[in-house]
């Protein structure tokens, strides 16, 4: 009498294979503790374009810097830096990216931190075109080879509104003021 051969050791092996695959697919791994990345934060209001400021230094993001800043942006040093350093009295868009490209280029990623404080600082009401924000502290630390530069201070910003970002009025950095602590 002669056996059939049955399916039950093709079928073993099969579902081994499938298991074996399945097992190697990354749908089946355990979450890794590391968190989603923060999203940027959107130029929806005065504080979103200068949390987008902060945020562009800590990541060393020159486009989502420039995405921040209004076309006719000016940067106003700190009077003592005139006076004491040469600087000039203003400069506008194109030498602020460029002097911001040279610094994010000029540390290793993760070399530069921004922290801002926003807080007490109010929101624009319905209908406000421009607005200020006053005597923000900053604390901005830049780190090259073995050596850490530290500046803190406060700074004034004016920010202007123009046009959309994703239905909600675009708010964009116009005005910054740097004011040595």
């Known amino acids: 009498m002669r056996r059939t051969p049955g399916i039950g050791l093709p079928l073993c092996i099969s579902a081994f294979l499938i298991a074996a695959v399945l097992g190697s697919c990354e749908i089946f791994k ?14 929806t209001s005065p504080a979103g374009v200068i949390r987008g400021i902060e945020c562009a230094y800590n990541n060393q993001d020159i486009n989502y810097y420039a995405d921040m800043l209004d076309p006719d ?3 106003y040093f700190d009077p003592r830096d ?5 600087t000039p009295t203003s400069w506008g868009y194109d030498e602020e990216l460029e002097a911001t490209q040279n610094l994010f280029d000029s540390v290793d990623d993760g070399g530069i931190s921004l922290a801002v404080n926003l807080e ?25 080879c073995d050596v850490t530069y530290r500046a ?3 700074a004034n910003f004016r920010t202007r ?17 740097d004011i040595a602590g």
């Open 30 to 43: 355990p979450p890794t503790d590391t968190p989603p990345p923060t999203p940027q934060p959107e130029p």
């Open 73 to 75: 942006f000016t940067f």
């Open 82 to 86: 005139i006076q004491d350093h040469g």
């Open 120 to 144: 007490g600082q109010p929101e624009p009401g319905p209908g406000d075109e421009v607005w200020d924000l006053n005597g923000v502290d900053y604390l901005l630390i830049v780190i090259t």
């Open 152 to 154: 803190d201070g406060f």
């Open 161 to 177: 509104v123009d046009g959309l970002w994703r239905g909600q009025p675009r708010w964009w950095l116009w005005k910054w003021w």
